[in-house]
């Protein structure tokens, strides 16, 4: 394999996020070829035991098993840190996957984290209800309010980790003021930064230490293949990430790190057109529904904040209609738009949180956190926006709005 420049951070780091999405991290086989190759391989041939041994101390470079290393693999971390800004990566199977290690790998028996309430189900789960089987104490905050943060440190507390903005509510976290207490009392940050991707937002440069998402939304972005990655210090991620990854192996297949490098090659094109076709059918809803939920209109309350932190406001929101009836009914009434609960897709799709990706979260955190009955999340594709708002439109006075 031939390093190229994307893989020369004296190169890549003068590049603008754009061009790294296209070009950091490839290298080259010796054929030559433009396309990443992909390495659809288990394992790796030495050419003698010495050379294996060699390797397995660390002193080869080379691979070894495709648990530990593999080319693609390692095309796609080298080029989300670099998107990131970030000294390292690694990639997972999921979102979920990258959520747990990125987790696990710190905490132990008698620490405490500190998470906003608002946050994926699934998220939620591991919070509420798999850490305090393995005696990890967690509070649940509103993450909006700085002050909560401060006044849920305990002397055990560890982790602080959210969402921004979150889903589906779309609450919005002060990151320099999170992510700076703390810094300042010890403790690490992990956030999840599904929703914006670094094409819309770098949590690292409002001072998070890891950043964790999952790849399957806006990074593959054409509802292809589940992925999932963390971002953090070449210490974080090697001395604390990297054993729980290896040993426990919720890894990325080659073939499914090569579809999210073709993905990550438009990401910037689609990032912001979803967030322009957003902005559209947000301004066209905001009045024709009782609520919506979306930094990117100046009615929203964390309208400056979104947008400080944000180079646009990304293809999701979430609206409100009268209840689970109503909501169902704007649904069933849909002509283009998929019922889905997949998000930053290139297609146009709706679902409704509290019967699917909340689920799995009680009727008393959902209300907590704000996941009403009536919560409809649109993720607003790269259809023309005008063909979404009329589908919106008929669905909607089908329903009675
Ligand atoms: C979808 C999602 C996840 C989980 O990712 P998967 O790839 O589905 O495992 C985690 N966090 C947020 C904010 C998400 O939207």
Request: proline share 4%; aromatic share 6%; net charge negative.
């Amino acid at each position: 394999m031939k390093k190229t420049t994307g893989t020369d951070r004296s190169i890549t780091s003068k590049w603008r996020p754009a061009t790294r999405a296209v070009r950091a991290g490839t290298w080259r086989s010796e054929q030559g070829e433009t396309s990443e190759a992909l390495f659809l391989t288990s394992g790796y041939a030495y050419d003698s035991a010495e050379t294996a041994a060699a390797r397995f101390r660390g002193e080869d470079p080379g691979m070894t098993y495709s648990r530990l290393q593999n080319p693609t693999v390692a095309m796609l971390e080298e080029r989300i840190a670099s998107m990131e800004g970030a000294e390292a990566c690694r990639v997972q199977s999921s979102g979920m996957a990258a959520m747990t290690v990125a987790l696990l790998c710190q905490l132990s028996q008698g620490d405490h984290v500190v998470a906003g309430r608002a946050a994926f189900g699934s998220c939620r789960w591991l919070v509420d209800q798999l850490m305090p089987r393995f005696g990890i104490e967690s509070t649940t905050i509103d993450a909006r309010d700085n002050q909560a943060w401060v006044d849920a440190i305990r002397p055990n507390t560890k982790v602080f980790f959210f969402e921004t903005p979150a889903n589906p509510t779309m609450d919005v976290v002060d990151m320099t003021f999170v992510c700076g207490l703390a810094r300042e009392r010890g403790i690490t940050s992990v956030v999840d930064n599904a929703f914006a991707t670094p094409a819309l937002q770098r949590p690292m440069e409002f001072g998070a230490d890891v950043v964790a998402y999952s790849a399957t939304k806006l990074m593959d972005g054409q509802g292809r293949v589940l992925a999932g990655a963390v971002c953090g210090t070449s210490d974080f991620i090697n001395n604390k990430l990297l054993a729980m990854q290896r040993h426990t192996g919720p890894n990325l297949s080659p073939f499914n790190a090569w579809v999210v490098l073709k993905g990550l090659e438009t990401l910037d094109l689609r990032a912001h057109r979803q967030s322009e076709n957003a902005l559209r059918v947000g301004r066209f809803l905001e009045g024709r529904v009782p609520k919506i939920n979306f930094p990117a209109l100046p009615s929203h309350p964390q309208h400056d904040l979104a947008m400080k932190q944000m180079d646009a406001a990304g293809p999701i929101f979430s609206f409100e209609v009268e209840g689970r009836e109503q909501a169902f009914a704007v649904l069933n009434a849909l002509e283009l738009i998929d019922i889905s609960n997949n998000i930053g897709d290139a297609r146009s799709l709706m679902c409704h949180n509290a019967s699917t990706t909340h689920y799995s979260v009680s009727a008393e955190a959902r209300a907590e956190m704000g996941v009403s009955e009536g919560m409809l999340r649109l993720n607003v594709g790269l259809e023309d926006p005008q063909d979404v708002i009329d589908d919106l439109d008929q669905a909607l006075t089908r329903a009675g709005l």
